[in-house]
């Protein structure tokens, strides 16, 4: 069975910043005033959060410990509300 948070094309909000700040990436939100300070794997996953990309793929390591991050980091973005939501 699929999982439904990874059988979408997540596409992160226009309107939040990313930028790489001392020494971390952070992200933004100015509806909220609030800043995320990402690890390197929520870095990249939100890197690609451009409604574009799915989430399969096949990684370098173990397939279900990097699904498990990316999971885990789409599911923050969503419940942080920084995505778009498809209509």
Same mark, same amino acid.
């Given at each position: ?14 309107? =939040? ?8 990436? @952070?992200? $933004? +939100? &100015?509806?909220?005033? %609030?800043?995320?300070? *990402? ?5 990249? =996953? ?8 799915? @989430?399969? $793929? +096949? &990684?370098?390591?173990? %397939?279900?410990?990097? *699904? ?20």
């Amino acid at each position: 069975m699929a999982d439904a948070s990874l059988s979408v094309r997540p596409r992160a909000r226009d309107d =939040v910043l990313f930028r790489y700040l001392d020494d971390e990436w @952070v992200i $933004f +939100d &100015p509806v909220t005033d %609030r800043l995320h300070a *990402l690890n390197l794997t929520a870095a990249l =996953v939100w890197a690609e959060c451009d409604g574009e990309r799915d @989430v399969a $793929f +096949d &990684p370098p390591l173990p %397939r279900d410990r990097v *699904l498990d991050d990316v999971r885990g980091a789409i599911e923050a973005f969503r419940d942080e509300g920084l995505l778009l939501e498809r209509h």
